[in-house]
């Protein structure tokens, strides 16, 4: 497969030529998605060659019960699923009774896709010849409304070329679709019936044991040569579809469109009794504004996006397009407006990983949506775990934990760990100090504590609890130990003393510690509260104090490093450079037994510790542990470029920064690890934004000020992005020789440039 079909461009992902081989990856390249539900860049009529289907509904899952080879106490009993939802997109189309199919057509030419990402809205044309000799042009468009965020709207027109053609559409509603990743084969759907209502048709149904009830809808308009025309359809109907058939005799040249509406109400909305009900609201709405108005309205809804969220880079069309298909598709993903949801790895783009939640989101996700929306948005973000609190305590009693202790699940729907991997599971709980490191900088970045007496502190009793207990001491070393730990690095399990871990266990104890003094002294009712639910003693304060005093931090002498980890000097430690290339990556070549015993590092380790708490340490200790750790790192994990680009940036290696960015904003569009047909890699795409805000741009939040030290890579002229920060509005703008902030506020702010004070006026011009 050629891995480099998509065109460079600013604002578009184009593809031209149609390559069977390539439909899967474009099928997630091409994914749509508002926020509420998405899909992957399936063809509306008929396709017989290999496809993966996907359509999804944010927040609608199935509790996949666990298969493993044996059951050990603590397991999760199910791993949790996005469902493969009923089909909606379905238009079959026919030309004198042919079924148009790109895979069985004669000849297919002029093929075009593109998704555009400035206005939200997909689109392909083409030339077939179908298996009757009959030649038709094709021009489709579709789009998820991100204003009616229930509703999807399809163009789709059809002209033949070189005779007279009866054409028929028969959009359709399927719920008989199934998931690829289905551990046991399960059923995941009940349809619960199929019903229509003149030219609107619906098909109720319900997941299985989790019981969310669904009802996905459609109505159509028909066009000839722009006018619309009233055509009787023919409705067929089975247990699980609904088809309505419309035909029309169109001559040589002229054209014959359907407009379709569609989508999903869903009972995390509406009353269960009420989704059919609601779906006619939604099809009225649709029908009456008509397909380019709602195309008009998308444009604005995406302008008003794009006019906070973009980055504008001159110069390398490559990298422009790469860091706007970031954007887009975080966007796409998550818009913050409902806290109940949050951010899967893979987003709306496919199944792995279930659409799960993991540590990604505190790591990577919430400085972007703090700084590209309203802080909001990332306070949604932390409320979705303070609703979790119980059920993390609940994770850390299946385990052995007690009073209060809590412990995150590596992978989430509902709270619940449902993760079924011991070394991941048990092991990778590092996870536990993402989450509390939101809190903080969370509070670092807006300046709104509220959030710590209200919920955070909760949480922060519960993660310390967590490691006070996790931790134990060790006589020989004379300090406080944590055994039998996954780090970042999952190339490395069931190892020792992960200094990432140690470290992140100790600051979560100091900051919860800083926390609770901070809320006894200005929120009496806060501190009352949540110390009388939560029984806090100076007794047991005093014990966490004492082990995170004490904490054990591998060391080298000769290398003047933090260890990664207890035995990493035992490896042979050949660099990445001096491994056969045919042996990457070595997650695809090489036996478990083998990577685990190798000193190669999946994603930043003990350098995603220097990323978190730069400031704990200086600029040569983080140049002593980058020489050391980057030269073993694999970067098979899509969440490590970015690491490493912000710090090369950190220390004036542009080249090396720019090389990191390249990856991580191209890392699917160029399908760097051979697996962008299974969706992509959504949350590193706020990485990609980091790369840029936080390694070239060089922003931090340095002693409650805004902080910036600017650098560009020589293969751009120039670069510009918007940050909020604290309801104020900061526009960055980069060239080669000099960089200008742009206030939009209310009054005047100082920040740091290089260390030195600066202060921008309301809609003026600095220039450093």
Not at 182 to 190: G, S, V, Y
Not at 477 to 485: A, M
Not at 521 to 534: L, W
Not at 740 to 751: N, P, T, V, Y
């Amino acid at each position: 497969m050629n891995l480099d079909y998509i065109i460079p461009n600013n604002w578009s992902i184009l593809e031209e030529g149609f390559d069977p081989q390539q439909v899967k990856a474009s099928e997630s390249l091409f994914s749509i998605g508002n926020g509420a539900m998405g899909q992957r860049a399936n063809f509306e009529e008929k396709y017989s060659g290999p496809t993966f289907q996907g359509s999804y509904i944010a927040g609608v899952y199935y509790p996949d019960k666990t298969r493993v080879g044996w059951w050990k106490n603590g397991y999760p009993e199910y791993f949790a699923k996005v469902l493969n939802a009923p089909n909606w997109i379905g238009i079959n189309v026919s030309i004198n009774g042919e079924a148009l199919d790109l895979y069985t057509c004669k000849n297919v030419k002029n093929f075009r896709r593109e998704l555009n990402m400035k206005e939200g809205w997909l689109s392909r044309s083409f030339v077939a010849t179908l298996q009757n000799d009959i030649e038709v042009e094709i021009n489709v468009k579709r789009f998820l409304s991100l204003d009616k965020d229930e509703l999807g709207a399809i163009d789709y027109s059809v002209k033949p070329l070189n005779a007279d053609a009866t054409i028929t559409y028969q959009p359709y509603l399927d719920g008989g679709i199934t998931n690829e990743d289905t551990n046991w084969d399960d059923k995941f759907w009940d349809l619960l019936k199929v019903s229509q209502d003149g030219e609107k048709a619906f098909i109720e149904s319900k997941t299985m044991k989790t019981e969310f009830y669904t009802c996905t809808f459609m109505e159509s308009q028909l066009f000839h040569n722009g006018t619309q025309v009233q055509i009787p359809s023919e409705k067929e109907a089975t247990e699980t579809t609904i088809v309505f058939s419309y035909s029309q005799k169109v001559v040589k040249g002229e054209t014959f469109s359907i407009h379709k509406f569609a989508g999903y109400t869903v009972d995390r909305n509406h009353d269960k009794n009420e989704l059919v009900v609601a779906a006619k609201s939604v099809l009225e709405q649709a029908t009456t504004a008509g397909f380019s108005k709602l195309l008009d309205d998308q444009k604005q809804a995406w302008a008003n996006i794009w006019d906070m969220a973009d980055i504008t880079i001159e110069g390398d069309v490559k990298a422009q397009q790469g860091i706007r298909f970031n954007i887009f598709h975080l966007n796409q993903t998550y818009l913050g407006t409902d806290a109940t949801l949050n951010i899967g790895p893979k987003g709306f783009t496919g199944e792995k990983y279930g659409g799960s939640t993991y540590w990604d989101t505190e790591a990577y996700c919430i400085p972007f949506y703090m700084a590209t929306k309203d802080q909001e948005v990332a306070r949604n973000l932390l409320t979705y775990r303070y609703n979790h609190l119980d059920k993390a305590i609940e994770n850390a009693e299946k385990l052995g934990f007690t009073n209060g202790a809590a412990l995150y699940p590596m992978v989430t729907m509902n709270g619940e760990e449902s993760h079924n991997e011991w070394e991941i599971t048990f092991e990778e709980i590092h996870r536990n100090g993402a989450i509390a490191y939101a809190i903080f900088n969370y509070y670092r970045y807006t300046g709104d504590f509220s959030y710590i007496p209200e919920m955070g502190l909760e949480v922060l009793i519960g993660i310390a609890r967590f490691w006070h207990q996790r931790a134990n001491f060790s006589t020989d070393k004379n300090k406080y130990v944590i055994l039998g730990v996954t780090g970042p690095n999952e190339y490395e399990n069931n190892i020792n003393n992960n200094w990432y871990t140690n470290y992140i266990a100790k600051w979560c104890i100091d900051y919860a510690l800083e926390m609770i003094e901070k809320v006894k002294e200005g929120y009496n009712d806060d501190y009352a509260r949540v110390s009388g639910k939560t029984k806090i003693t100076h007794e047991e304060l005093a014990l966490w104090k004492n082990v995170a005093d004490e904490m054990y931090f591998p060391y080298s002498e000769e290398h003047q490093i933090y260890l990664q980890q207890d035995g990493f000097l035992d490896k042979e430690l050949i660099t990445v450079e001096d491994l056969d290339k045919t042996q990457r990556p070595i997650n695809q070549k090489w036996s478990w037994d083998r990577i685990l015993r190798s000193p190669y590092i999946k994603q930043a380790d003990t350098l995603q510790g220097f990323y978190f708490f730069e400031d704990h340490f200086s600029t040569e200790e983080l140049e002593r542990h980058f020489d050391f750790y980057e030269p073993f790192t694999v970067h098979e994990s899509s969440l490590s470029p970015c690491v490493h680009s912000i710090q090369a940036a950190k220390l004036d290696r542009m080249e090396q920064a720019y090389t990191f960015y390249l990856r991580t904003s191209r890392l699917d569009l160029d399908d760097y690890n051979h697996e962008v047909h299974e969706g992509l890699h959504i949350t590193s795409m706020a990485g990609t934004w980091m790369s840029i805000v936080e390694g070239f741009g060089g922003m931090r939040v340095t002693n409650d000020t805004l902080s910036f030290e600017p650098k560009i890579p020589e293969q751009w002229e120039g670069y510009s992005f918007k940050v909020n920060f604290r309801h104020q509005i900061i526009k960055v703008s980069v060239n080669q020789n000099e960089t200008q902030f742009k206030l939009e506020g209310d009054k005047d702010l100082q920040i740091l440039v290089n260390g030195k004070p600066v202060t921008i006026s309301t809609n003026n011009v600095v220039t450093v």
